[in-house]
């Protein structure tokens, strides 16, 4: 049931794409669309500062020269994060905390609050991701999951809310039923107004880090669901601003198939009133193939 990403097949029934519509986290930028966010999470990677140095550098000389009008970010280990942020200065690329703790300060050992992300020039937070959800360096229940996105929203910040399935709920068809949880758990107590500090990133976990990805169907068939739950939840207009990016194995082999689910985007990298056939995903959260600047880069101006 699982799809190598060398080489994308359908594996369910093919779905239709939604459109897209204008964004209030966008409009801060002077645009009404929903923009395309490619972003790096580079984990506990690399392994030394002049090599975190080299890489932020290579990201930031691509961006100069982008093909599209897109929005990017790396996410850095906390150690990296000054002087990726020094780096980033002035340039299209912004820079987010791989996680924050759930205090603001005090007596905790190892803890990194919001403040201290903050006060270094970070923008975004990933929170929820599956590497902290399930055991692999941590358990976090999506009550404390909530916790960090209410707290990174109060401090002005993007909460980059990470949700997605096991294999076993992926191949038990639960895919849904488990997003929506997520969702409704991770979002609770959120205002349709503060979701405009919010950044949606669906990340299957039999996905990331194994060499598979979802097909492109698959992918804009949870998309699609995602964004009619906020509209359920919401209201339409705030589940049509809300950005949603695909994270599992993205690699320059599979990106343009995944950024074009199944057809073309009108105005190229925003998404409009007018753009009815584009499809639900907004973006990427790339993992191993944005240590690579060369494979970073060809992400960055994905087709």
């Known amino acids: 049931?699982?799809?190598?990403?060398?080489?994308?097949?359908?594996?369910?029934?093919?779905?239709?794409?939604?459109?897209?519509?204008?964004?209030?986290?966008?409009?801060?930028?002077?645009?009404?669309?929903?923009?395309?966010?490619?972003?790096?999470?580079?984990?506990?990677?690399?392994?030394?500062?002049?090599?975190?140095?080299?890489?932020?550098?290579?990201?930031v000389e691509?961006?100069?020269?982008?093909?599209?009008?897109?929005?990017?970010?790396?996410?850095?280990?906390?150690?990296?994060?000054?002087?990726?942020?020094?780096?980033?200065k002035g340039s299209k690329v912004e820079v987010g905390a791989q996680d924050i703790f759930t205090e603001e300060k005090g007596a905790f050992t190892g803890g990194v609050s919001i403040k201290q992300v903050k006060s270094i020039g970070c923008k975004y937070v990933l929170v929820g991701h599956s590497e902290r959800r399930h055991g692999n360096i941590a358990s976090e229940s999506n009550a404390v999951i909530n916790k960090k996105v209410k707290m990174t929203i109060d401090s002005g910040l993007v909460?980059?809310?990470?949700?997605?399935?096991?294999?076993?709920?992926?191949e038990a068809k639960k895919n849904k039923e488990v997003c929506a949880k997520q969702l409704a758990e991770g979002l609770a107590g959120v205002t349709k107004e503060q979701l405009a500090h919010v950044v949606l990133a669906y990340e299957p976990v039999w996905a990331i880090g194994t060499g598979y990805t979802a097909s492109p169907e698959i992918a804009q068939d949870v998309h699609k669901f995602v964004r009619q739950w906020l509209?359920?939840?919401?209201?339409?207009?705030?589940?049509?601003?809300?950005?949603?990016?695909?994270?599992?194995?993205?690699?320059?082999?599979?990106?343009?198939?995944?950024?074009?689910?199944?057809?073309?985007?009108?105005?190229?990298?925003?998404?409009?009133?007018?753009?009815?056939?584009?499809?639900?995903?907004?973006?990427?959260?790339?993992g191993g193939a944005s240590l690579v600047g060369e494979k970073f880069a060809r992400i960055m101006n994905f087709n």
């Open 62 to 88: 691509t961006s100069k020269s982008l093909k599209k009008d897109i929005d990017v970010c790396i996410c850095c280990p906390h150690p990296f994060l000054t002087t990726s942020s020094d780096i980033c």
């Open 231 to 286: 509209e359920e939840n919401y209201d339409k207009a705030t589940a049509d601003s809300v950005r949603i990016l695909y994270g599992g194995s993205v690699t320059p082999d599979n990106v343009d198939q995944l950024m074009a689910c199944p057809g073309e985007r009108a105005g190229g990298a925003r998404r409009s009133h007018a753009d009815l056939t584009a499809a639900d995903i907004d973006g990427a959260l790339v």
């Open 1 to 59: 049931m699982l799809v190598q990403s060398a080489a994308l097949v359908q594996v369910y029934d093919v779905v239709e794409c939604s459109g897209f519509y204008s964004s209030p986290v966008m409009q801060l930028r002077g645009g009404g669309d929903r923009r395309f966010l490619i972003a790096g999470n580079w984990k506990m990677n690399p392994e030394s500062l002049d090599q975190a140095k080299a890489l932020a550098t290579s990201v």
């Open 159 to 170: 909460a980059c809310l990470c949700i997605g399935e096991t294999k076993e709920e992926f």
